[in-house]
């Protein structure tokens, strides 16, 4: 069976939305790996980073809107659609804890065992997918969604039983041989400081799988208030909807740390105006404008699909960046993932629900997105309010 281009990719400009996702992503891995001391912590407060990454967000969308509107109309339509910006406040919510949560598992985690292991969301992500949307996925689909989450899981699965230990390539083997002696305490789980063998049933598997909970709930969620409820609002008003409600989130968690006034003082602000900050603040800004434009004229099944994607990426950029090697289960799991991929392009979801397929970005920035069902049926003879169950 080919590949489906068309269902995946419905116009050009859906293609190149999810080349720019899949690559800003890798380097939010990459970047704020990066901008961590030697011990593998952070010289400035992530938390306001994060506060100020929504700020730029904020002001960028809203420049975005006033292309081809003005300030006062952005105001009009605030107001008017004031009941979805309340709505926006649970996605805001959990993308708030998401991207906190990322600096954390980042600094615990290598970039490749932080992707492979937050693949974790694909299921949960599809069983929500059909609770939210009532679409539900084929068998194909639920195959290629299982490998990819099999393809995680064997990141840790240790070789050494299998083979003998000169031959083997796992990580663990790899760690192990690290020489140990009275003047160096080795921790057979880490290199680099980083852990590189997943879960480990510590505080550090609690955080990875409260980011994965947050990730699947916000992404499926945000799609729906994209698709469904705030379908006929400026995909720019809804942007700004998203973050007015995410600055009020993590200006919240300062509040609650009592640093929100602190946070903003000339010392740590001087720590945050370096290039291997300001790089994460307009990286992370950049992805969230383009995931917006991905639930909205895609789908979160595909995004969790580009996001596993990234690991391949991954892993070889940090090869080459941070010298963290890829060992036999790596590789390993990257195959199966790359398969799942494979398999899951046979037969793709397809969820435009109210929205038409986007052409060009001054179609994104009309008043209404909403298409006329009756039209679409009388030019394509079917609907893409219905799942393709190939």
């Known amino acids: 069976m080919s590949t489906n281009w068309r269902e995946l990719f419905p116009t050009r400009l859906t293609f190149i939305i999810f080349l720019l996702y899949m690559s800003l992503f890798i380097g ?163 290199v680099h400081g980083k852990n590189m063998s997943g879960f480990d049933f510590s505080l550090s598997a609690v955080f990875i799988l409260a980011q994965t909970i947050c990730s699947c709930l916000a992404g499926v969620y945000n799609e729906y208030l994209l698709k469904d409820k705030g379908a006929d609002v400026n995909i720019f008003v809804q942007n700004v909807f998203m973050y007015l409600d995410s600055i009020v989130c993590n200006a919240g968690i300062l509040l609650l740390r009592g640093e929100l006034l602190d946070a903003f003082s000339p010392q740590n602000l001087g720590t945050i105006m370096r290039f291997s900050v300001i790089i994460i603040i307009v990286n992370n800004a950049a992805i969230g404008i383009v995931t917006s434009f991905f639930l909205k004229y895609m789908n979160s099944i595909l995004k969790t699909f580009a996001s596993a994607l990234e690991l391949l990426f991954t892993a070889v950029l940090c090869y080459f960046l941070f010298s963290i090697p890829i060992y036999m289960n790596t590789a390993l799991a990257i195959a199966v993932v790359s398969y799942a991929i494979y398999l899951y392009t046979q037969s793709p979801v397809v969820n435009l629900g109210k929205v038409r397929p986007l052409s060009s970005l001054s179609e994104a920035s009309s008043k209404s997105t909403a298409y006329d069902k009756r039209k679409l049926l009388d030019e394509e003879g079917d609907t893409d309010l219905e799942m393709d169950m190939v």
């Open 28 to 190: 939010q891995g990459i970047f704020v790996t990066a901008s961590q001391e030697s011990n593998n912590s952070y010289g400035y407060n992530t938390v306001t980073v994060v506060l100020l990454t929504e700020v730029f967000k904020l002001i960028v969308s809203t420049c975005l809107y006033c292309r081809d509107n003005n300030l006062r109309s952005l105001v009009r339509d605030v107001h008017k659609d004031r009941n979805v910006l309340a709505l926006y406040m649970v996605p805001a919510f959990l993308y708030c804890f998401y991207n906190n949560l990322a600096f954390v598992n980042l600094a615990t985690f290598d970039p490749t065992t932080y992707y492979l292991l937050l693949q974790l969301r694909v299921v949960v992500t599809g069983i929500l997918f059909q609770i939210i949307f009532k679409k539900y996925l084929s068998q194909r689909q639920w195959i290629s969604l299982i490998l990819l989450t099999l393809g995680c899981m064997l990141k840790q699965v240790d070789f050494s039983g299998f083979y003998s230990d000169a031959n083997d390539d796992s990580e663990s083997a790899a760690i192990q041989a690290i020489p140990s002696n009275s003047n160096h305490t080795v921790d057979h789980h880490q």
